[in-house]
């Protein structure tokens, strides 16, 4: 999905990965946890004068509610980098101009960007209890990634249908949710229903295949989770994490996920990852 300049200083999210609520979505709910300001330490800690300083308030000047979850040294010279909202954009150390896109390391083959993305959301990830996941784990697991899912998109019942062959390889699964139609939407309230059930796995499962999960409210995590799905930078689901924050796709076979994850583990980079995956668009339709 291409994201214009527009979409990355709105209100909503930089992402601009998902159908925006209506107001009574936003409302808050007797049922829906807060969502985890972590890591956010950079609206505290900046200094009045700093370069930092002047990029924030660059930044503010086209959008008074943009909140910025790291901000530092860019990899160029006389830029700060800034994540906001899922992406990374780089502003000049006087406040004058804004770069959008990706910084890439030719010599060292990295996306910059992608890897100081990658550490704010493992601090995310960090806030986000054990009991708010879904998890499908085999014994003694190899490794663990975290899904952002979505009860209806193809690649993700695609993803799921394989859940026992991804276990046998020794991968752990842990589900959040993102429903992509947008809060307050059907497909949020069967996602409520699923994390609100007493065998969480088992109506994950009959949700993803067409099968009635029984509608519940509760103290959910859904609305936290999808609001953390876009600071993230998801553009569409499934979104696979490894635990360092490096995004894996996409859907993944799981033998190559395998592979990817071994890779990463023994210091190397991740295999590309799969276009595999259903792109959330701003009218919340997948494609």
């Known amino acids: 999905m291409k994201r214009t300049l527009f ?3 709105g209100a909503i999210s930089l992402s601009a990965c998902a159908q925006a609520p209506s107001p009574a979505a936003t409302a808050a709910k007797p049922g829906a946890q807060s969502t985890p300001t972590a890591p956010g330490k950079a609206e505290a800690t900046v200094v009045a004068g700093t370069p930092e300083a002047r990029a ?3 930044l503010r000047k086209l ?6 979850d790291q901000i530092g040294a860019a990899p160029i010279a006389g830029f700060r980098e800034v994540i906001v909202g899922g992406q990374v954009v780089y502003v000049s150390d006087d406040g004058k101009y804004l770069l959008q896109g990706s910084l890439y390391d030719i010599e060292n083959k990295k996306n910059l960007g992608e890897a100081s993305l990658a550490k704010v959301r493992t601090e995310l990830l960090k806030s986000i209890p054990a009991s708010d996941r879904i998890v499908f784990a085999p014994p003694n697991p190899k490794h663990t990634v975290t899904v952002f899912t979505d009860i209806e998109c193809g690649y993700c019942r695609k993803l ?3 859940i026992a062959e991804y276990n046998r390889q020794g991968i752990a699964v842990e589900y959040l949710a993102f429903p992509r139609a947008g809060l307050g939407s059907a497909d949020f309230k069967h996602m409520v229903s699923v994390w609100c059930a007493t065998d969480k796995k088992k109506a994950l499962t009959d949700a993803k295949n067409d099968k009635p999960v029984p509608a519940k409210d509760c103290k959910n995590p859904v609305t936290m989770q ?3 799905g876009q600071r ?3 553009t569409g689901t499934p979104m696979i994490l490894a635990r ?3 995004q894996l796709g996409g859907y993944l076979p799981p033998a190559q996920l395998r592979a990817a994850l071994d890779k990463l583990a023994g210091g190397g980079k991740p295999a590309a990852k799969s276009e595999a995956a259903d792109p959330v668009a701003a009218t919340g339709t997948g494609a």
């Open 160 to 162: 799921h249908n394989e």
């Open 226 to 228: 999808y609001d953390l």
């Open 232 to 234: 993230m930078g998801l």
């Open 7 to 9: 979409a990355v200083l």
């Open 56 to 58: 924030r308030e660059a």
């Open 63 to 68: 959008n008074p509610q943009i909140k910025v």
């Open 244 to 246: 360092d924050g490096t």
